[in-house]
């Protein structure tokens, strides 16, 4: 029976996997659950634990804001996807890379 709740939550899911080029297959192994429950949530017939929509986030990068509620005023939403990648997954090279970047625009910004 599907939920009123669990039919965007499942199209939010299923829009970011399919976004990130992932099958269905891939997602339920990093997730330890099966394919098949798998679409199920994305069809809002079943729904993650706790656990695994935090482990969804963590993979993707998105938040549970989005995910649960879809808000998309997150402002990582409006940083390209590369600055996104770096702050979630870089080494500490890139992140000091970055980090100095946002520095200089900061000094610039002061006059």
């Known amino acids: ?3 009123n709740y669990l039919v965007p939550i499942g199209k939010r899911i299923a829009k970011i996997r399919q976004a990130h080029g992932m099958t269905q297959e891939t997602l339920a192994d990093k ?3 099966t394919p098949k429950h798998i679409s199920h949530t994305e069809r ?3 729904n993650f634990s706790i656990s695994n929509l935090i482990e969804f986030c963590n993979i ?5 804001d989005y995910l649960i509620l879809g808000k998309e005023n997150n402002i990582l939403s409006k ?5 996104v990648e770096i702050l ?3 080494n500490d090279d890139e992140i000091n890379k970055l ?9 610039l910004t002061k006059s």
């Open 1 to 3: 029976m599907e939920s």
């Open 99 to 107: 980090l100095k970047y946002l520095n200089v625009y900061i000094e």
């Open 60 to 64: 993707f990068g998105c938040s549970l």
């Open 79 to 83: 940083l390209p996807n590369e600055i």
């Open 31 to 33: 997730l330890s659950v």
């Open 88 to 90: 979630y997954h870089g």
């Open 44 to 46: 809002g017939t079943s």
